[in-house]
């Protein structure tokens, strides 16, 4: 089964500093993968996802990812946040089992942008 | 509708009631998800639904737990003699089609066994 680890549990920034928030996956075949985000009393929302193609992929509010199929890595970035980025931060994986298209989900990361 | 729509937004019961959670998925969307978000278990996969029918309910963490789709629309999860460890954020999510990846997801709703 696949799995989904996201090292950062908590990450205090200041605004304008640069965000990476790692995210690595177990699962030797092929997979889509995905970063949701969940703003303080909303639900989760779509941030960027990988297919196929441009292992580079850019996202909503200026965020994106990279897609390193060698180390089984799809990192996080954003080069400067801001006080509204404060979020919690699901990276998630979607392998093809023909069992339809669930989502295995990362323990998330929350992430706190001080003024 | 707009997005997906999820009922009762709170639910509070007693140990040992039941309990049924609706979900309204995205018009026209066929493939409809159940996760589990709870402070121990991270988000967790409960059960998919295509049209009517549950091609995989692997998730499902024990007997007590069901859940039925009608009409190629509305979900309803049912827990019957709930337990206090059942009390999470139970989340629904929708999709196109199942070949479609992006999974839209409604508000949740937040069940607290006492």
């Known amino acids: 089964a ?45 941030l960027l996802k990988y297919f196929s193609g441009d292992p580079l992929v850019k996202g909503i509010k200026g965020f994106e990812a990279e897609f390193i199929k060698s180390k089984f890595s799809f990192n996080l970035r954003k080069p400067s946040v801001q006080w509204s980025d404060t979020a919690e931060y699901f990276c998630a994986v979607n392998a093809f089992t023909g069992g339809g298209n669930k989502l295995t989900f990362g323990t998330g990361t929350q992430l706190k942008v001080e003024l | ?87 999470a954020v139970y989340l629904c999510a929708s999709s196109r089609d199942r070949f479609t990846d992006t999974q839209y997801f409604g508000p949740g709703t937040r069940l607290t066994v006492l």
């Not at chain 2, 859940?67 to 059942?86: F, K, P």
């Open chain 1, 2 to 46: 696949q799995s989904v680890s996201q090292h950062n549990h908590h990450v205090i920034l200041s605004e304008a500093a640069s965000l990476e928030l790692g995210c690595n996956y177990s699962y030797g075949g092929t997979v889509n993968l995905f970063w949701y985000v969940q703003y303080p009393g909303q639900h989760l929302q779509l």
């Open chain 2, 1 to 87: 509708g707009a997005g997906v729509s999820q009922s009762p937004s709170n639910k509070v019961t007693e140990k040992g009631k039941d309990v049924e959670l609706r979900c309204d998925p995205i018009s026209g969307h066929t493939a409809l998800y159940w996760y589990r978000q709870s402070l121990g278990q991270g988000l967790e996969f409960l059960i998919y639904f295509q049209g009517n029918s549950a091609p995989d309910k692997s998730g499902l963490p024990s007997d007590r737990f069901s859940a039925e789709r009608t009409g190629g629309s509305v979900s309803t999860l049912t827990i019957q003699r709930t337990q206090q460890e059942d009390s």
